[in-house]
């Protein structure tokens, strides 16, 4: 009996599809599962696939051939450092540890050191697309020695999703470059759910019902906002409660859920003083909705203009669909601007020498942030590599130029009804701010030198030349 080709160790949903669609490219597989249950009947549901179940982690590794491609998909944090430490004494020089689940970079980089020291390959591998990307194709974004990719090179390609024959797999960088480069993806995709609820709550304070609504974002996916999560937003408002017979959305609470990867992108953003208000803003959103008892009776007591009510004197129906819609368009570039320029910076600290445009390339397929004007992305860096902001890319420029109108009025009808925007309103508050020539900083730095002697910059000076007032004039008692 032939050894397999690859190995997976955790067999939750996304394990279990991602087995399933390693094995249809034509591998034998190996499985485990901690659970003895789960890990036979998965096999026993699929007794026509190369697929074996073992019971033992020492099993499980014989049944490899060499150099044996373990992907570990675990629950993020100490599950995984468990399965690597068990794991180790158990293979042989050079095989290879593959970490699929959405691991904190700084960990990966960590284990990669931990697993050269004993002589194994460390692929720390972000792979995005969900349930039904991990059996028909997902998004790789794999870290790791160059050498190493070059192993998991074939399966890896022919599991990845494919546009236009080129699938969205590619060598991201060494260490932990591939599990970062998944966090601001996961970072971008709070962004564009979160603009895509502000849009929806705009709607509906203006009286659109869910039937209306799943005919807008239909027509927005058959333009330039086509992408998967405008997809599925159409079709959820299609979606009736077999129970009740009302529209689900309507019978969903108002609590959402995170699993750590857009605050692990804010922390990292801070960390290198990258703006990031467009996800920052989709995090805080997040944190609001989660505190719902505070919020119900907070709006017993704080008053503001009824988000219930809509002014709709000044503006129809359909003109507020295509100001919506600009604003979304406009406040969507920011947020990708914004991920990039994270991405950018540290992969320029690391070393990491990232391309942008391949980065783009393989989020057009598989992965939740597949959307239509990533090709727009990817053709900005393929023609200027050094693109210091995605908003300054001629096509993007130009985009902002035509929405901002709109975009400024939704705001501002937004605040002027009390439905809180944090994503579109920071988004254009980072446009703003980004394209003036000067900001009152000025006054920033005379307040912290007053304060604390920290110096500032003169403009009739030249630059590098530090200043401090000594005689700020004396506080009065």
Known sequence: MSNSDFGLIGLAVMGQNLVLNVESRGFKVSVYNRTTETMEKFVSDHPDKQIVGLKTLEEFVQSLAKPRKVMIMVKAGGPVDKVIESLIPLLDDD????DGGNSLYTDTERRDAWCSKENL???????SGGEEGARKGPS??????????????????????????VPCVTHIGPGGAGHFVKMVHNGIEYGDMQLICEAYNIFKAAGFSNEELADIFADWNAGDLESFLIEITANIFKQKDPETGKDIVDLIVDKAG???????????????AVPLSCIGGSVEARILSSMRDQRIAA????????????DLDSVSKEKLVGMVRDALYASKIVSYAQGLDLITKVGADKKWGLDLGAIARIWRGGCIIRARFLNRITEAYEADPGLTNLMLAPFFTDILT?????WREVVALAVRSGI???????????YDS???????????????????AHTYERLDKPEGEFFHTEDWPELID
Request: proline share 8%; no cysteine; aromatic share 10%.
């Open 95 to 98: 095989d290879i540890i593959i």
């Open 121 to 127: 390959r460390f692929i720390g591998a972000g792979v």
């Open 140 to 165: 790789i974004m794999p870290g790791g020695p160059p050498s190493t990719w070059e192993v998991m090179k074939p399966i890896f390609e022919s599991i990845a999703a494919k546009v236009d024959g």
């Open 258 to 272: 995170q699993k750590g990867t857009g605050r692990w992108t804010m922390m990292a953003a801070v960390e290198q």
């Open 299 to 310: 709006s017993k007591i704080l008053t503001g203009p009824s988000n219930a009510q809509f």
């Open 402 to 406: 035509q929405t901002q109108a709109n």
């Open 420 to 430: 809180p925007t944090p994503s579109f309103s920071g988004s254009l508050a980072y």
């Open 434 to 452: 980004y394209r003036s020539e000067r900001l009152p900083a000025n006054l920033l730095q005379a307040q912290r030198d007053f304060f604390g």
